[in-house]
């Protein structure tokens, strides 16, 4: 097929996929001025009869309107075209730069809460939109989901058109009598795998994406329990207890027990991320930027640590940590056991030893950065408390855009196209953020500890 010419206009450049239903090709437009690419997908009929072509012309047009209405969203590829060559069909949709979800997964390098919440948004908005339509997508998993290169959005591809005619031809009557299953395991619902697929089938799937991302381990390996069918995954990753409780709804074996719509799931979501919002902010006291002219008794009496404890960075750092752990408890377990804890040392074993199992691992690996830099940090920040005191008549330094795109270069060379997304959010909220309040949000978003540190380092230095 290389080199062909479709419907005397689409050149094929490249196959993309093959597979029992056709092929996928990349192709160049010849009508088009700079011969724009495209995607086309080929469908391969079983037989050539002509009760099958009347059923297959029926099926396939049918399903090319489906595609070309759902091309009304910004975040699903446009259909250009659809035609029949030969007794052949082939649709021609646009073809979105960008690397796939898949590209992303990277080993020891689970995703924050925050980014998992922003994925969820975005794609639970497409299916919002495509189950209103009455379509589901029936094959959600990280290749069918691209990260456009123009503006960092989501974009869900492979619709699966030219598989649900196939499906559909198979089981006309006088036909093959087999329906053939279309999904991919681990990301397959019970009843989509039984041929039954409901719109919450994709949120099923969507849900154990979210889950691989946090866990890291793809959905095959998922241990589940023989009686129910529940999968165990809650141990294998560092997750709060509200994002836990709303990703286990999203999978429950049953599709009468899940969530019943995206929307339903977008307002859980929505609740959620006002409450994480909430707490974030309360963990930026006021005396941390500057710091109340009180005695270190009094300094204690309201529960901030000792200076020779924990520096007012380290103290706010950990507390965003255990926050991830423990959730909006975070800041009043800190206090207490800071008040009895003698050492660094003590205070973080202390605080371990209120979580769980594997969370006690992950929990010291965390922190493990703040007791190796204590020192530099704690000397590092009595000298700019000093010098704040010198400047206090002084305006703050303020956040100007060519330090915005530093920061954003710097994120992205971290965790990827998503760092535009959260320089956007964390610019929105920062009215009376300092440049070190600004990189030190940033950080938060960063999973490996020492990466986070050096980030701030090097932006700060």
Known sequence: MLGQLLDGRYQVLQVLGRGGFGQTYIAQDNHRPGFPKCVVKHLKLVTRSLKFLET??????????????????????????????????????????????????????????????????????ILQFIHSQNVIHRDIKPDNIIRRQQDGKLVLIDFGAVKQVQSQLLTVPGQMGATIIIGTPGYMSTEQGQGRPRPNSDIYSLGMIAIQLLTGLHPINFEENPDTGEIYWQHQANVSSELASVLSKMVLHHFKHRYQSAAEVLGVLKELDTKVEAQSQSLQPPSFTQPPQTSLSQQNSIGYPPPFILSAENYSRLEMILLEFVGPVAPRLLRQVTASASNLEELIN?????????????????????????????????????????????????????????CEQELADLIGPIATFLIQKAVRSSGQLSRAEFVKVLASQIPEAQKALQFQQRLLS
Do not use: C
Not at 366 to 380: P, Q, R, Y
Not at 382 to 402: A, G, R, T, Y
């Open 56 to 125: 297959a012309r029926r099926l396939f047009n049918s399903e090319a309107e489906t595609l070309e209405q759902l091309g009304n969203h910004d975040q699903i590829p446009r259909l250009l075209a659809y035609f029949e060559d030969n007794q052949e069909f082939f649709l021609v949709q646009e073809l979105i730069e960008g690397h796939t979800l898949k590209a992303e997964l990277f080993p020891n390098q689970p995703w924050t809460e925050n980014q998992i919440i922003q994925l969820l948004q975005q794609v639970l908005g």
């Open 350 to 406: 202390q605080l371990a030893f209120h979580l769980r199992g594997n969370q006690q691992i992950y929990f010291k690996k965390k922190t493990m950065f703040i007791l190796e830099k204590s020192t530099l940090i704690d000397e590092l920040t009595v000298k700019s408390e000093i010098k704040s005191n010198n400047l206090s008549n002084q305006k703050p330094q303020l956040i100007s855009d060519s330090f915005v795109d530093q």
